[in-house]
């Protein structure tokens, strides 16, 4: 059973920053997919950001040039750094998992249970 924990998330004014943690453990493929996710409330799940195995990020055109992802295999650890954060960014963001390279699309079948951010005007 592969399980994801998110955590690092907080209250920051606009402009502030954040980098957010997940910890997958469990039966770990080498080369899993992973994904950031965020919904805000009364909206539907968006997908953030897509890591795939070689390294290659996706990032969604609302958070290009203000988001980053990178991965500490060592670790098992994907991190989210967030920059330049703006009200709209308010959201429970959530890490996902899966042998399958769903990129932005919330098909992924292993889930966190979600670290909250809040970005005050």
């Known amino acids: 059973q592969v399980k994801l924990v998110e955590s690092g998330g907080g209250s920051v004014q606009a402009g502030g920053s954040l980098i957010l943690s997940c910890v997958v453990s469990?039966?770990?493929?080498?080369?899993?997919?992973m994904g950031w996710f965020r919904q805000a409330p009364g909206k539907e799940r968006e997908g953030v950001a897509g890591?795939?195995?070689?390294?290659?990020?996706t990032l969604a055109d609302s958070v290009k040039g203000r988001f980053s992802v990178t991965k500490d295999n060592a670790a098992n650890t994907l991190y989210l750094q967030m920059n330049s954060l703006k009200p709209e960014d308010t959201a429970m963001y959530y890490c996902?998992?899966?042998?399958?390279?769903?990129?932005?699309?919330?098909?992924?079948?292993?889930w966190g249970q979600g670290t909250q951010v809040t970005v005050s005007s």
């Open positions: 996902a998992a899966d042998v399958i390279d769903w990129v932005l699309r919330d098909r992924y079948n292993y």
């Open positions: 469990g039966y770990v493929y080498s080369e899993y997919y």
């Open positions: 890591f795939h195995p070689n390294g290659r990020t």
